[in-house]
């Protein structure tokens, strides 16, 4: 991915705008290899590791239906359930989707909640990588960075930690590894020696996973901790009980956060490992400072005019999207009887929460953005906004200057292009209740009629 046409330095710019930066760090920096840093001298009963990774761009949930997890504002409630000396906060990396614009402005705003939230170390994948260096974040890191797709001087591949478990030092090391590079064997020199005296928990993020890779680890009698991408909303263990390494997935979109805790066991000089999935529920206490952050989120996508950049295609016999107005001549009844349905006000529950300028929100609210024609912008495009005629029926304008003669034809949308698992987490199994809620035609038709 390279970033042409002048867009790195118009997206500096807007980041500039909030306060947040491109390539000019605004945190302290981390060395090719944080340093064991020494924590206060408290006598903790365990030590955990918060574990998150593939957000893949999901900075919030949508917030369209309840129930729904995740979201960068409900960590704190999670991380601060543990005092800040006792606990170490690490992400696996996948921080987005793609390149395109939107996804480089969430990358940035990902690093800077990783600063907020006191991260202590981000693994870099290949594509974060890549994107990290475009956006120049590399050149001076703004947080701990790892990665073994780099061989800069400023990231590195392990970052270690001191604490204390009952008057025992104790390090975590954690390293990462491309496995596509070479082989697990080439991790035993990562980890280093045990230090005199001290104890280590060796953690290893590695780029794929399978029994393979689990079992060939395991071989080493190395690695305490095995974190493995996935394909999984929700984490995974992967390894069998009570043996060593203990492989686990991070799950997806943040609707989780992966809590490993440390103990020591009974049996002299051993520590024992215990792995919960904590879901980031909507009923956490919302961090105030991410809260702000994803405001400047919103800002930054509406000063970067993403509506109007978005990809839209031809439509096919030269039709055009006429608006819902332009049928009430001839169909007052179902007119009058949509613009009572909550469809119809689709576009204002955007606005009340900030996101009528986010072309994620904003396609399932309005006619035709994806098309010539359809909705660009509310000032632009006024008529077009709100779940209308047109999203099922299809583009009017030839129906309407036929009078009726003309067939309505394609594209027309489903109730599933919207009403997804990610949107929509009641709908399926619900499909007839939904469909009783739109009722805007005369009987005898039902609902359950509806194509």
């Known amino acids: ?66 129930g729904q997890l995740g979201g960068f504002d409900r960590r704190p409630a999670v991380f601060n359930t543990v005092p800040a000396e006792e606990r170490l906060i690490m992400d696996a990396g996948s921080l987005v989707k793609g390149d395109a614009e939107q996804d480089l402005i969430k990358f940035n705003i990902s690093i800077q909640a990783f600063s907020i939230l006191g991260y202590n170390v981000v693994n870099l994948t290949a594509k974060d990588v890549e994107i990290s260096e475009n956006l120049g974040l590399l050149d001076e890191p703004v947080i701990g960075f790892i990665s073994p797709h780099t061989t800069g001087e400023t990231i590195g591949r392990r970052f270690q930690s001191q604490y204390m478990l009952k008057g025992v030092p104790i390090t975590l090391c954690v390293v990462t590894h491309d496995l596509d590079a070479s082989s697990v064997a080439q991790i035993r020199g990562v980890f280093g020696p045990v230090k005199p005296g001290h104890k280590q928990i060796n953690i290893l993020i590695v780029n794929r996973c399978d029994n393979g890779v689990v079992a060939s680890v395991a071989a080493m009698g190395l690695v305490d901790c095995l974190v493995c991408p996935t394909e999984s909303d929700e984490p995974m263990i992967l390894s069998e009980p009570d043996r060593k390494p203990l492989a686990f997935s991070v799950g997806r979109y943040g609707r989780y956060v992966c809590k490993l805790q440390i103990r ?5 000089d051993e520590l024992k490992l215990s792995f919960d999935a904590v879901p980031v529920t909507e009923d956490l206490e919302q961090g105030v400072s991410m809260t702000s952050l994803y ?34 001549p001839c169909h007052a009844y179902e007119y009058e009887k949509w613009n009572s349905k909550a469809h119809a006000r689709a576009f204002a529950t955007l606005a009340r929460v900030g996101s009528n300028f986010d072309p994620e929100c904003v396609v399932c609210h309005v006619v035709g953005m994806e098309y010539e024609s359809g909705f660009v912008t509310q000032d632009k495009t006024g008529h077009l906004k709100d779940v209308g005629c047109e999203n099922c029926h299809g583009p009017g304008s030839e129906h309407i200057r036929t009078r009726g003669t003309a067939q309505l034809t394609e594209p027309k949308s489903t109730c599933l292009d919207c009403h997804t698992p990610a949107h929509s987490g009641d709908y399926a199994g619900n499909e007839r209740a939904f469909r009783e809620k739109i009722t805007h035609w005369r009987e005898p038709n039902a609902a359950g009629n509806v194509k």
């Open 295 to 328: 405001k400047d989120y919103q800002q930054l996508v509406r000063e970067a005019g993403l509506l109007e950049k978005y990809p839209r295609y031809g439509l096919p016999g030269g039709l055009e999207y006429a608006g819902s107005k332009s049928c009430m």
């Open 1 to 66: 991915m390279k970033i042409v046409g002048g867009t790195k330095k118009k997206l500096a710019a807007s980041l500039l705008l909030t306060g947040l930066s491109v390539g000019v760090s605004c945190v302290p920096t981390a060395p090719t290899e944080a340093p064991p840093r020494e924590k206060k001298r408290r006598q903790a009963d365990a030590i955990t590791v918060f574990i998150t990774g593939n957000t893949l761009g999901e900075l919030k949930p949508c917030g369209c239906f309840g």
């Open 264 to 268: 020591a066991a009974r049996a002299r």
